[in-house]
T-cell receptor, first 114, second 110 residues
Framework: AQSVAQPEDQVNVAEGNPLTVKCTYS??????LFWYVQYPNRGLQFLLKYITGDNLVKGSYGFEAEFNKSQTSFHLKKPSALVSDSALYFCAVRDSGGYNKLIFGAGTRLAVHP | SQTIHQWPATLVQPVGSPLSLECTVEGTSNPNLYWYRQAAGRGLQLLFYSVGIGQISSEVPQNLSASRPQDRQFILSSKKLLLSDSGFYLC?????????FGSGTRLTVV
């Protein structure tokens, strides 16, 4: 069965430091991977995706993610965190069973401290 | 332009009352549409998806139902709400590059 794991409930980082939010996946076939961000009481906003091509994917707001096939990981990164990056982050993988359903991880809360 | 609308933003309903949440998309035709529920501000659970008018697939057994009366309209309903139906409900539209989400409905059943 396909799944996504976000092993950290919360990540704390100081403003200006690099941040990493971890994601690992389990799918059959080639993975389509996504990162979304959610601010309080809001819908999810798309950050970036990996479909094929370069393993390093650049997205919105200075975020990037690195696809690692051997480690089945798709970690989200940013070189210098901002307090405004504090939010809930979701990793997702497209269900290979069709209909473009997305399977989401449990989410990781990112707290950036001034 | 392509947009997705979801309403109401918040709703407080008594146990046993009916529910109707609406989602509409603009700027596209024959979209795949999805209803998710988010409990306690964390993970998302897929409730229903639809690939066309009148075509509804349910992912989990529950007290809710969905309908798609028009190509760009997706409705989440219940005849009698339970306390456990409380949560944050999100409609999403598949753009073939990922999802675009509505702004969500916070449902509190009291």
């Amino acid at each position: 069965a396909q799944s996504v794991a976000q092993p950290e409930d919360q990540v704390n980082v100081a403003e200006g430091n690099p941040l990493t939010v971890k994601c690992t996946y389990s799918v059959s076939g080639n993975p389509y991977l996504f990162w979304y961000v959610q601010y309080p009481n809001r819908g999810l906003q798309f950050l970036l995706k990996y479909i094929t091509g370069d393993n390093l994917v650049k997205g919105s707001y200075g975020f990037e993610a690195e696809f690692n096939k051997s480690q089945t990981s798709f970690h989200l990164k940013k070189p210098s965190a901002l307090v405004s990056d504090s939010a809930l982050y979701f990793c997702a993988v497209r269900d290979s069973g069709g209909y473009n359903k997305l399977i989401f991880g449990a989410g990781t809360r990112l707290a950036v401290h001034p | 332009s392509q947009t997705i609308h979801q309403w109401p933003a918040t709703l407080v309903q008594p146990v046993g009352s009916p529910l109707s949440l609406e989602c509409t998309v603009e700027g596209t035709s024959n979209p795949n549409l999805y209803w998710y529920r988010q409990a306690a501000g964390r993970g998302l659970q897929l409730l229903f998806y639809s690939v066309g008018i009148g075509q509804i697939s349910s992912e989990v057994p529950q007290n809710l139902s969905a309908s798609r009366p028009q190509d760009r309209q997706f409705i989440l309903s219940s005849k009698k709400l339970l306390l456990s139906d409380s949560g944050f409900y999100l409609c999403a539209w598949d753009t073939n590059y990922g999802y675009t989400f509505g702004s969500g409905t916070r449902l509190t059943v009291v």
